[in-house]
């Protein structure tokens, strides 16, 4: 079933700031907030939790370590040992350069699809802009509708539109987003 | 035997043995059963052969099923399994004993045959490269007449009626031929000078008819004799380059090391060597004196005065000594004294009263019949100058009527050429016998194509009664026939040579022994040894000198003025010296793409020769290498690129004949600069030395093609050098077990073998013979003047020639270098795909196949042994010498791979050779023996200077040798542990 | 990153004065800065846009077939030989792995410092690194003996098998190297790109162009919550790229490091090859920065400021490529090896391709000596010679490493000299062909600046600036509260 929004727009980074904040402070949740740059206080107003795609990071680079010494290993010691320069199968020295590549590499990878998995981001998706310009220069506070929290605080849709006005909202409407 | 038994079954060559019988039948039986007709089916069958072999890179077992042109197989001819005879080399008139591979009907190498009394299995560079020209596409495919085709019967029909018709105008009937060593074919020529019209006149073109004018006046008897370098303790060389090319070089280098192994140092002889330009034999010298040429007599004559006054003879001419060399003179002179009797004087020098001097010094010092062989004397070099100028004024006059080339080629190496080709115009019938269309043959009649003498029956006696055979190893290609089967047909005698041969020996040497009752069996037995030695039948002869040494001596004092640097006269005058060059020799061979590509071992010149001139004369002239120059004697001029030498004397120019052929083939032709017609004749001998000569500059330049650029050593301890004092006594002499290779790393499992080689600097001559001996036996390409100019000349081993000491006092050394086959190789680590490793029995091997080329390997090696194949240089048109034509492919050794473009590749130790020796010793049930293998370079070196083995087996030859003191390394100190070692040089000097 | 918080009362008196320097000229608005950059991309190229175009286009083609050339008659055409094995090819691979190293140096390390002068030049520099290293694999890739074959370079698994490569060898850690450093900038390149990928569709009129940059930017929606996760993986990536940048030319020193040549075998050359990279990097980031921002003007965001940061780290970088070389020279003194000791004093000072190694020390240890003085820092036209000159230097630093080592090693007897032929020359023009016909399409068809980075620079500075005059109001209503308390 279709989502209804409550959008606000904003012109200035700082007027969403507070806007995000007030309707926090009013016990509203906010659904989200669409900005054409990263905006580093609204992490805390807007009590993300803490990212755990790092944890992602190690995964990657740590894979790409055992692949790599485990890869060479195999290669040069069990199933091929040759004698190269009256070396021994098993130079560990010399396998490092690589497994220190691919520990980026895959590490570097792995990340990235992690990050494109858990914002859901593919290649051909269709964007659904809650408002026009969000990618050039328009700030956006977007509200569930019916916000349940509204309801039991009694809030009525106007209240909500005033507060957003009164935050220097330059334009509020309410959006469907397709299912 | 061992020596030869690299490919498998020991004696291989016994083979040969049941071959000879079948040849006793048919000669031509040895490729196919099929008769002679059907050679030219089998030839093409061959060539279906070596194309594959060229694409498909060898396998050979996989190709050489199909390549057996045999319908009904023989039990002799088992595919992949080369055959081996023994024959007999007509590359020089040196005619040393060979053994030939073929493989598959053909043959691909040539090796020296160990049997042999004079030559001990040596061979030399032109001996090795001879195979080469068996394959070469510039040989006629049949008789020509007036540059027709035409048959051998129209061909014989008309000679037949030009002789006869020469007889009925009583004019006369000439063959011109080089040296015969052939005794068969002496007898052939002998029959011929039964008519009172014919006349036999032999021709060198590098002649010693000097040589022989003084022991006529010395000796009665014109000859050349027999020295015998081992017998001597003190060796004097004036312009003489026995090492090299001076009459029968692989015999003297062989007897020469034998006097130079510093092991019996009691035994070490001296060597001082007097000659104007650097030859191998002053390079490997203990004292090199530079003399300009016209001083060399005078210096023949200061060392007899100083011998003389010691025997007390008084009215000794008197005149000053050559400055400035007094001091020298005098300690040469002593030296001379304390070893009479075994000491050695020869000389080069083309000048009857230089060579009395030299006969009467040795027979003073009493050296005839203990280093000096009268009644066993040299049957080489038999050529009279004074005849062959007779010979050119006759044929002017139209006084001759026939006139039959034999194996001379006098348009292109007589001095006066023009002139013989007018007399030639006007000679109602002249024949060649030559293989091409050359300078003269283009010019005579008929051209009757003799066979290779790989193709051909024959015997050869070099030393008076020291005899070989030469064997065909394969049957005749083409549509030739022997030269000595053509005269006894124009005889009017039938039957083949062979046949005439057999019976030759029958009524000879047969005779002449006594350990062998059945004819078959003596000839077999002598076939398969190759060589025999009979008792000389020259006795009786008196080796009493009675020369007119006074009257000689006299002649050169007054023709040489006492020189002064100060007087002017010398100052723009220069000297000139013409020499054989070690590769080309007297310039027959100059369509062999392998001899052209042979640096120099001196200069390390290919594709070209230069004037060498000293460092000082450059520099006053203000000349670089490839200026050219026009050099003016009297009667003629020349125009060339100088070559700055050191250790060329001041005044001198060399130049290295053999090159500037006009016609020879696409290889040779227009290569380099003809210097014969310097080569005048003075008062009735052959001089190759002029004085007066005029230097002009052109302000032209040629790029030479040199394989090194760079000849000081640079004071690194890359060749090592010791006096005799430096040696300890053998006995005392601390035999140390190689190097105590400290390592970071964990000894790697290792197997049976550790292939190795010790390579003695000191016996090395510098002669190049394993050069060529590794190109035959490994493939290795050809690449042509432009490839060389730029580096990438692809020889597996190469000699690096370094210079060290003042001018004056100039130290040569050279060093063959290959792949050092190192314990701990730099190429390997940094191959990115494994293509170069190491094998368990110590081998660094290239593996062709995986090589991408990315030529890293190449940059790590310290030792630059590494050759890259920049281009396709097999069965590309753009490189066409020896793997482009079908003919030349099947010079190719089915046992190695021809390499590819994009390819590194480098020495290989022969891994051919000791897979078979491995096969070889397994099918034996026992273990490979030292000796069993003989890598290429190491079979072919006169001096065994090489010594192949296994390092595991501490009594092998090289383990013992790696114990030896004068054992090292080059770059030890890069901690290669290479498995090839050097033995330091050692020098004599005359102080001792 | 670009975050200053908003300090809490008791803050105020150590609050921050001083405005940042401003890295954007002018005040311009959001709106602005979109429209500046991506103009270039909607109108027509101009002139000489066109003639550069050409030009490098031409150079391509000829590299182009001149590698066909190669590709069948074999690498013999080139001049090297059988002492001398690389030259041209393996010089022209190390020049440009150097250049590639400035992108990611500047996205990345500048990124971990929070040097905010780089948001105006990282797309820019990625992009630059992006092609430079294409250009470097292609000179390994053609320089093998049998190129069709190259591929053997990599562990793929085999019919022939077993059949590996061998780990011990640096070639082979260079192509992890460079594989690895080209795809991870690649990567870092784009997911930079995404919003502003957005943007371009967002403004897209054209149906097709909208079509495909919504292809491209993956449904970007400008949502917080992917902003802030994005901005994590940012870092991370930063931080994983970092130590890359730094081994990849390490690595690729190791080539000579390891092997056994005097003149190659040194164990400083890990950081003296990665000072030289950064060095050339910047470099050529400077060359085409100044050519970029004088044709589309784009002075505002690129600004003096910019290039003269850039002049200083030429400065550092150059001195500490200076120092390398001296050390060189000492350690070949010192350890009184001859070799070594021919290899340096004989062969490069007096040697017969001296001139190459004067060249050298003029472009590389002179020339970044002038970034002392700030009138040249200051001047454009300077500031250009002297980034090219860099380039220069560098190139020929790498041949003095290769040849002068290479053509007379330990025997003398196989000293030889390359002599380059036309191909070996030809190929290079190619492959500066190759970069600057990708860089042109690039200023075209893409943003050339990091939208959205600048836009978050500048719209920080505004919530300075406004912290700034509310803080002088606030200071004064103390000052009064203060004063009414002593009146009272």
Known sequence: MPRRFLVACFQEEESLLNAVRTVRGKGLKVYDVFAPYPIHELGVAMGIRKSRLPLAAL????????????????????????????????????????????????????????????????????????????????????????????????????????????CGAKDIYERESPP | MKDHTQCGETPTYGKSLEASRDLSADPFVILSNQPAEATRRDFLSLMGFTLAAASLTGCSRGLAQKAIPLAASSDRLIPGVPNWYATTCAGCSAGCSLLVKTCDGRPVKIEGNADSPLFGGGTCAVGQATVLSLYDDERLRGPLWQGSDTTWEEIDRRVMDGLSAARAKRQKIVLLSGTLVSPSMRNIVGQWARHPDFRHIVYDPISMSALRNAHLKSFGRALVPHYRFDHARLIIGLEADFLGTWLSPVDFARQYAITRNPENASYLSHHIQFESGLSITGANADLRIPVVPSMLGSVAVALLRRVAARIGMRDFPPGPDPLPHEMALDAVGDKLWKHRGESLVVSGVQDVSVQVVIAALNAFLGNIGKTINLSRPSLQRMGDDREMEQLVGDMNRGEIGALILCGVNPAYDYAEADRFLEGLEKVPLSVSFSDRRDETSSHVHAICPDHHFLEAWGDAEPVDSCFSLAQPTISPMFETRAAQENLLRWLGQSGNYYTYLREFWRNNMFLRQSAIQNFDDYWDQTLRTGVTELPSQMSGHSTEFHG??????????????????????????YELHLYESVGLRDGRHANNPWLQELPDPITRLTWGNAAAISPGLAKKLDLQSGDIVVLKTEHAKLEIPVFIQPGQEARTLSIPLGYGRKQVGTAGTKVGVNAYPLARIVD????????????????????????????????????????????????????????AASSLWPARPEGDHSWGMVIDLNSCTGCSACVIACQAENNVPVVGKREVIRNREMHWIRIDRYYSGSEENLRSVQQPMMCQHCGRAPCETVCPVLATTHSSDGLNQQVYNRCVGTRYCLNNCPYKVRRFNWHEYSQNPEYDYTMESPMGRMVLNPEVTVRSRGVMEKCSMCVQRIQSAKTAALQAQRSVRDGDIQTACQQACPTQAIVFGDLKDLNSRASRLRRNQRYYHVLEGLGTLPNVGYLAKVRNPLTT | MTGVSIPSKSQFHQAPMLPPPKWVEGDPSLQEITDDVLRPMEGLPGRAWWICFALSAAALTMGLSMIGYLFSKGIGIWGENNSVGWAFDITNFVFWVGIGHAGTLISAILLLFQQKWRTSINRSAEAMTIFAVMCAGLFPAI?????????????????????????RSPLVWDVFAVSTYFTISLVFWYLGMIPDLATIRDRATNGIKKLIFRWVSLGWDGSHRTWSRYEVVSLLLAGLATPLVVSVHSVVSMDFATAVLPGWHSTIFPPYFVAGAIYSGFGMVMTLLIITRNTMNLERYITMRHLEAMSKVLLLTGSIVAYAYLTEFFSAWYNGNIYERYTFFSNRLAGPYAWCFGIMVLCNVLTPQMFWFHRIRGSIPALFVASILVNIGMWFERFVIIVLSLHRTFLPAEWGMFIPTIYDVGILIGSFGLFFTCFLIFIRVLPMIAIWEVKGL????????????????LRADQEDGTQEAACA
């Open chain 1, 59 to 166: 995964f990657g680079t740590l894979s790409g370590l055992l692949v790599a010494i485990g890869f060479q290993f195999y290669a040069n010691v069990l199933d091929w040992p040759m004698n190269v320069g009256g070396k021994p199968d098993n130079s560990t020295l010399a396998f490092i350069p690589i497994a220190f590549e691919l520990t980026i590499l895959f590490g570097g990878l792995i990340t990235v699809a992690a990050l494109l998995v858990r914002t859901r981001l593919f290649p051909g998706k269709h964007e659904h802009l809650l408002a026009d310009g969000i990618t050039d220069d328009v700030f956006a506070l977007a509200l569930r509708q019916p916000d349940r929290r509204a309801v039991a605080s009694a809030l009525r849709q106007s209240d909500v539109w005033k507060i957003l006005e009164a």
């Open chain 2, 548 to 573: 007119p040494w006074r009257e000689a001596a006299q002649t050169i004092i007054e023709s040489s003025a006492p020189l002064t640097p100060s007087s002017n006269e010398i100052n723009d005058r």
């Open chain 2, 684 to 739: 009735g001998v052959r001089r190759y030395s002029a004085k007066n000569v005029a230097i002009e500059k052109t302000g032209k330049h040629e790029a030479l093609a040199a394989t090194q650029s760079h000849f000081s050593i640079e004071g690194r301890p890359i060749v090592r050098e010791m006096t005799v004092a430096q040696l300890v006594p053998t006995a005392a002499a601390a035999e140390t077990q190689g190097e």
């Open chain 3, 143 to 167: 320089h093998v003996g049998r190129p069709w074959l190259a591929f053997w370079l990599f562990p793929y698994p085999n019919q022939r098998g077993p059949l590996w490569v061998n780990f």
């Open chain 3, 458 to 473: 500048v719209g920080e500075l505004r919530v300075h600036d406004r912290l700034v005059s509310n803080l002088r109001t």
